[in-house]
């Protein structure tokens, strides 16, 4: 967790320029659009973590690929992190960037993993249930993991609700294995 | 011998047993694994000290909170811990199995048995950090707590709830007075606890074979942790063993602890600070190396009676290098403690064992603790090993000095080997105390000095035999009448006519 600390500060800084603009939505899918195209592409990726690439040769190739593209908010953030030669902290602001987001909007991150896709009656009956138990309102990440055998894993933040078959063998290996 | 279908009939049951259901946890994630410590990250909720639970169910505690992640110390091997892994929080400070289950066993700072002696039945737990007594739950110490030692129960007598710390080099008798002392406190209802910070396994099953040999077993516990294991564990074996002991003297009973040695404990203390990385202070220590300390033994106490009168006595063992006494760790825990031993390896090595230098040893409260009859024994012995002390150099011309010199040498000179005591030979207090008295009455002047231990050793069997009446009426009264004082005489005077 290198550069987390880092990354929550260029994060708010970004944040807060961004909202001088009022782009905060844009700035935010823009940075995870960049943020993604860079990490999909092995070749982009060790082009723009190189040490060894001079830094006016990096700006060079962002400001062709990503001048009007992107709002300059965002743009101006990538240049500073090659200018700083911090471009690895990229991937750790965009989830930061997310979190500030999150919060200026008062959600919570809520990530429901669960051995197949759930309908949108089961997702939305487990949603409100949890939002009128935490009071609070969440932003959903859904993931499959068949890996779990059957039932749900509901994680927010450090919180983890375990429901899952795989959770329950877990537990009970444990006291198996347990010296009392 | 259990056999396949009942182990699977346990199992089975514990299987039917076994409740489901959803599990609300706090988690966070191994970043950082290495040397018995990981960092992790999240956990946010965790409280300082907090026990946690990695995946595999090892147990950590949660020692240093930082601003984005969390320094926990493993609890045994981190070798199945990975980068990655949950870390779930359990919401309870480390606790120990406590109780009278423990006596008789040789159990790890976690409470569990390592002496295949099968599980430790009792349900009472005790967290092992706990706050000491505080000035209204306590007395003062007023109860003798024999060690069965003649220099240390006549010059430097301990009592019941004091904190006395033995202090010497490498090999010069530390843990033997130790284990004396747990041996004399065989029917004398004072339960034993022996904590054994990274002595070498073998130092252990040899130590507890002689407390069983001894009977000392029965109502003793050690606390073990050998030098391979985790500097947390060495960190924690000193707190369990106190909870274990507080238990007892909550209920009134009377405990003895023993440390052997915090030397070792403020090294493993380093050890895992450095580790997490705390600013380290003089002798690379961290700056609350003392607060460690004083906080242990603070927790011995002599409980007032409202509290059922119970006490804890703490015999904590320092190891000096070379006679230095003035490094960090030994000044912190004599200053910390109510006395000192010091034993020192020129007195070993010229025979004198147990090597007390009863000149620089002093007990700071156990004086009031001292019953009437040692204490009426032991005034004159003070003050004749205090003058022999100043004369000792002149020692080797004593042709040349005058008669009340001589006098002098030659009476400290059969004092200090009075007090010569082999190991695991303790001796009941009355026979201490009548021994002592015929040396100070000058008995023992015409008996030639190599001869002295067996003229000793014989007159208490000789007491015993043909006087018993003396030595038990010293043990119930605790004085020693005048009548008792004539008695003696005349023993004395009839066993060295045949002597």
């Known amino acids: ?88 902290v990229l991937s750790v602001l965009v989830p930061e960037y997310r979190k500030l987001q999150m919060a200026s909007r008062g959600t919570d991150p809520l990530t429901v993993t669960a051995a197949r896709k759930l309908t949108e009656s089961e997702l939305d009956a487990l949603v409100s249930r949890l939002q009128s138990l935490y009071g609070k309102k969440f932003e959903v990440n859904e993931v499959v993991d068949p890996k779990l055998i059957g039932g749900v894993r509901i994680t927010m933040g450090d919180r983890r609700i375990d429901g899952t078959v795989s959770g329950q063998l877990e537990a009970l290996a444990r006291t198996l294995f347990s010296p009392n | 011998m259990i056999n396949a279908d009942e182990i699977a009939g346990i199992l089975k049951a514990q299987i039917e047993s076994f409740k489901t259901q959803v599990q609300e946890d706090e988690v966070g994630t191994v970043i950082e694994v290495g040397a018995n410590l990981a960092r992790v990250y999240g956990l946010r909720g965790v409280r300082a000290s907090e026990l946690v639970e990695f995946a595999d169910g090892m147990q950590g505690v949660a020692l240093n909170l930082e601003e984005d992640n969390v320094g926990v110390v493993i609890l045994g091997s981190d070798k199945d811990i990975k980068e990655g892994d949950k870390v779930r929080r359990t919401g309870r400070i480390a606790s120990v199995p406590v109780g009278e289950a423990l006596l008789g066993r040789v159990v790890n700072p976690l409470g569990q048995p390592i002496d295949g002696k099968g599980p430790i039945e009792t349900n009472r737990y005790r967290t092992i950090e706990n706050t000491a007594p505080s000035v209204v739950q306590r007395q003062g110490v007023k109860q003798p707590l024999q060690t069965g030692i003649r220099a240390i129960d006549a010059l430097i007598p301990i009592g019941k709830g004091q904190r006395e710390l033995i202090i010497g080099d490498r090999s010069t008798g530390k843990t033997a007075i130790a284990i004396d002392t747990i041996i004399n406190q065989k029917g004398m209802n004072v339960f034993c606890i022996y904590v054994a910070i990274g002595q070498k396994n073998s130092t252990v099953a040899a130590l507890s ?206 004092m200090t080997e009075l007090l010569k005591q082999p190991q695991y030979q303790p001796q009941k207090m009355e026979d201490q105390v009548a021994l002592l008295y015929g040396a100070g009455k000058g008995y023992v002047n015409d008996i030639p000095t190599a001869r002295l231990q067996a003229w000793a050793k014989g007159f208490i069997d000789f007491l015993h035999a043909k006087y018993a009446s003396i030595p038990e009426g010293i043990a119930s009264s605790g004085q020693l009448s005048d009548d008792a004082k004539k008695q003696l005489d005349a023993a004395l005077t009839e066993y060295n006519k045949s002597f």
């Open chain 1, 1 to 88: 967790m290198v550069g987390e600390k880092l990354g929550r500060r260029y994060a708010s800084a970004v944040f807060s320029a961004a909202g001088d603009f009022d782009a905060v939505e844009r700035v935010g899918s823009d940075l995870a659009a960049v943020a993604g195209a860079i990490d999909g592409d092995p070749l982009m990726r060790d082009f723009f973590l190189s040490p060894v690439i001079s830094r006016s040769a990096k700006e060079r190739a962002l400001l062709e690929a990503f001048q009007g593209k992107v709002h300059d908010v965002a743009l101006h953030a990538l240049l500073l992190l090659v200018r700083k030669r911090r471009e690895a």
């Open chain 2, 209 to 414: 074979q002689v407390l069983e040999q001894k009977g000392a077993m029965e109502y003793t516990t050690i606390v073990a942790v050998s030098p391979a294991e985790a500097a947390a564990l060495r960190w924690l074996a000193p707190f369990a063993g106190a909870a274990m002991g507080e238990e007892l003297m909550m209920k009134g009973k009377d405990v003895l602890i023993v440390f052997d040695d915090l030397t070792k404990h403020a090294q493993s203390y380093r050890e895992m600070s450095l580790l997490l990385r705390r600013p380290p202070g003089r002798e690379a220590y961290p700056g609350d190396v003392f607060f460690l300390h004083s906080r242990l033994l603070e927790r011995a106490a002599k409980l007032s009676d409202e509290l059922g009168g119970g006490s804890m006595t703490a015999l904590p063992i320092i190891e000096t290098q070379a006679g230095d006494f003035a490094a960090y760790i030994p000044t912190n825990v004599i200053s910390i403690t109510d006395g000192q031993i010091y034993l020192t390896p020129e007195l070993f090595f010229q025979g004198i064992r147990p090597a007390v230098d009863v000149g620089l040893s002093v007990s700071r409260v156990g004086g009031s603790a001292q019953t009437k009859a040692m204490k009426s024994v032991a005034g004159q012995l003070k003050l004749e090993l205090a003058q022999y002390r100043d004369l000792a150099a002149f020692a080797k011309l004593s042709s040349d000095l005058d008669k009340q010199t001589q006098t002098q040498l030659m009476r400290g000179e059969k």
